[in-house]
């Protein structure tokens, strides 16, 4: 390596760069000219460095497109005019427009699909027919007072069989009575209320919980 | 002589240095003023489309760019405190954005073309070097030069690319690219030797023939 001066033609050519802007410290620009005042090749580097920054300088700036500009301020101006709102309205747009038409479609075809079939099974006689009612948790009432299961009438009283329906509160006890079958005479209304209201039963329940209920009872006479 | 007066920040109660007309423009783009936006897109939309054509080498890329650095700084004016020129800044923000346009063409191996035919953002002037008034001849040899000068720029890093193009085509300072760039006057000085050096190897055959 040829030593000129007492810096290398390497650490010259280093310092060239900041030189020819003349931001080299100066004891940098003191050893690089002691350097070139020996050194023919260094100097012509030199000049490569100051043609290279001359023909980069003498770039003609790119104009941009003449809409660029206005490109520019109707962008912002549309960004700028968005307030908080309208941002988050346009967001919840963005988010919510590519789920909206399959949510809307599947609701409507499922309103349409219960719609038919209810249709069809509310107008269809054949189809009510067979329904039977759902008890699930649910206890009717029970007879607890074992008089009334060979209750005493006189052949006034009863003479034929009789059909009855109690209604039971939730406490057990008849609250309403009605006679739905058999001969109703004063004597049979007498002897009916006098044996059903102060009886007890044990009341209704749905899912546990006593509830009011109506019973059918059936009498029949049978002589002993 | 530069005018420097204190910019008072009322939000974080901080007197920085500010250049005062910047400052109280500064306070207008804060406040949203159309006018003042008007202003900062005439006076720095040729300055970066400039720089971010030559660093990105497409037109239509460099207009891309262009739109989203002035959107990026209306989104941040807001947090502007007036630590360095508003120049500065918005160039800050041109950089990083032609940076990260610059890292994801190369993360999808885009190779960097100069096309003879492009007309440079549909003026119909391409690259052309100053002259008064050139011959045929040598205008077909001042674009040749250009693009020979553009694929140079090409071949180089992001980060150098960055360095000549802010020096040597934009002329800023040394301290400017230092804040524009985020890093260290020595680090610029270093950098901008090797990019130096690595344009000169590629133009050498243009440098022999100027007459300095």
């Known amino acids: ?224 | 002589m530069r005018r420097e007066l204190a910019y008072y920040d009322l939000e974080r109660g901080v007197a920085t240095l500010l250049d005062g007309q910047d400052a109280a423009f500064v306070r207008r783009l804060q406040a949203n003023e159309d006018a003042a936006y008007d202003e900062l897109v005439r006076t720095y939309n040729a300055s970066i489309y400039h720089v971010a054509y030559r660093m990105l080498g497409n037109s239509a890329e460099a207009s891309d760019a262009v739109q989203d650095i002035f959107l990026k700084v209306f989104r941040n004016i807001a947090s502007f405190r007036g630590d360095a020129s508003l120049k500065t800044w918005v160039f800050r923000i041109g950089i990083s954005e032609i940076l990260n346009r610059l890292r994801w063409w190369k993360r999808r191996h885009r190779m960097s073309t100069v096309s003879m035919d492009d007309d440079h953002g549909g003026n119909g002037s391409g690259i052309c070097i100053r002259d008064s008034s050139p011959s045929p001849q040598q205008a077909l040899e001042s674009k040749e030069q250009e693009m020979a000068i553009q694929q140079a720029l090409g071949r180089l890093s992001g980060d150098h690319r960055s360095i000549v193009v802010l020096r040597d085509i934009e002329g800023f300072s040394y301290t400017e690219i230092s804040d524009v760039l985020g890093i260290s006057v020595g680090t610029v000085k270093s950098r901008l030797a090797r990019a130096r050096a690595d344009m000169k190897k590629s133009l050498i055959r243009y440098l022999s023939i100027q007459r300095v």
């Open chain 1, 1 to 224: 390596m040829k030593v000129v001066s007492n810096i290398k033609c390497s650490k010259a050519q280093k310092l060239m760069s900041a030189y020819i802007d003349s931001m080299a410290e100066p004891e940098e620009s003191f050893c690089l000219e002691s350097h070139l005042a020996t050194c023919e090749p260094c100097r012509r580097q030199l000049q490569s460095y100051i043609s290279l920054r001359s023909i980069m300088a003498r770039i003609e700036p790119m104009r941009p497109h003449e809409d660029l500009a206005l490109d520019t301020r109707v962008r912002l101006s549309h960004a700028r005019s968005g307030s908080w709102f309208d941002r988050i309205e346009s967001l919840l747009i963005n988010v919510l427009k590519p789920v909206a038409f399959p949510a809307v479609s599947a609701i409507v075809l499922t309103v349409l699909s219960f719609s038919v079939l209810f249709g069809q099974v509310a107008f269809n006689p054949r189809l009510q027919s067979l329904d039977t009612p759902i008890l699930i948790m649910e206890e009717p009432v029970r007879i607890t007072n074992q008089t009334l299961l060979s209750a005493p009438a006189t052949s006034g009283e009863l003479i034929e069989p009789l059909s009855v329906q109690a209604n039971v509160d939730v406490e057990g006890r008849v609250y309403g009575i009605k006679i739905i079958s058999g001969r109703e005479t004063p004597a049979v209304t007498r002897w009916i209320n006098n044996l059903l209201y102060p009886a007890q039963f044990a009341p209704a329940t749905r899912l546990g919980k006593p509830v009011n209920s109506t019973t059918i009872l059936a009498f029949v006479n049978v002589r002993s």
